[in-house]
């Protein structure tokens, strides 16, 4: 492996790198700057030739650093690269750190796979991740801007966007719930999405209520006291009323 030193005018973060387009200049920035110029950089940067310049594909936060503090040239690994190889070298360096948001890497997939001929069961072996999390990271894709946005901000946590993104609502709904966030914050948010959970229950009969209102025909308050049953279970409704049955069943053929 060899290293060499570049002049740092000849390196530019590479557009395949998931975070080319992430803010550079927060606290961590400062402070990962600050380091390198005490100590200098311990882990030269993966770059490639493209061109007249060195495209970083892994490292763009010490590029960054560096170049902020002012210096000149910089220790890089350099490597011939596919743009589908240069891609996954980037997101797998991003994956498993906890600063990474999901917006972010759900963009990345998208736009891995639609490079290359590769499913996401093949593609989560390449990288080390559950299909089932790079699928969530995926659903971020389906939301909008707006609220995409407010994910990426940290003030809609990613298992709360991931309810909105699978209640399939419109852009228009989404777009009031990024208000409340961006304006209330994160419990008027919360409240803003209940009110429309109930108005999408109140229009649609959700999973479950068919059964037990026209099956069972219960009365509005015997239904509430059913849900509350099953919301402390932490069991859907209509799983709660079929495991009820179910045992009943079974223990009347005993």
């Known amino acids: 492996m060899n290293i060499e030193m570049i002049p740092i005018d000849k390196i530019r973060v590479s557009d395949l790198n998931i975070r080319a387009e992430n803010y550079f200049g927060d606290e961590e920035d400062t402070e990962l700057a600050e380091n ?65 948001d999901p917006v972010t890497l759900g963009r990345a997939i998208k736009r891995r796979l639609a490079v290359g001929d590769i499913s996401l069961s093949e593609y989560s072996r390449i990288i080390g ?76 009969a959700p999973k479950g209520l068919l059964i037990v209102r026209i099956n069972f025909g219960l009365d509005s308050q015997d239904y509430e006291a059913l849900k509350q049953l099953s919301d402390a279970k932490g069991v859907e409704l209509g799983d709660y009323c079929m495991n009820i049955l179910t045992d009943h069943i079974r223990s009347s053929n005993k």
């Open 36 to 100: 390198i110029g005490s100590i200098g950089i311990l882990q030269p940067i993966i770059v490639r030739l493209v061109g007249d310049m060195y495209e970083v594909d892994v490292g763009r936060r010490r590029f960054l650093s560096a170049r902020q503090i002012g210096i000149n040239e910089i220790p890089c690994i350099v490597r011939e690269a596919s743009e589908e190889e240069a891609m996954d070298a980037s997101l797998s360096e991003n994956v498993f750190r906890k600063g990474v």
């Open 129 to 204: 991740k559950p299909k089932s999390t790079l699928s969530e990271w995926l659903r971020m894709n389906d939301l909008s801007q707006a609220i995409q946005n407010e994910v990426q901000s940290g003030n809609i946590p990613f298992t709360y966007a991931l309810k909105v993104a699978r209640m399939e609502l419109s852009p228009e709904e989404e777009n009031i719930l990024a208000d409340e966030s961006r304006t209330g914050g994160f419990e008027a948010f919360k409240n803003a999405l209940d009110r429309v959970k109930e108005g999408k229950e109140k229009r649609g």
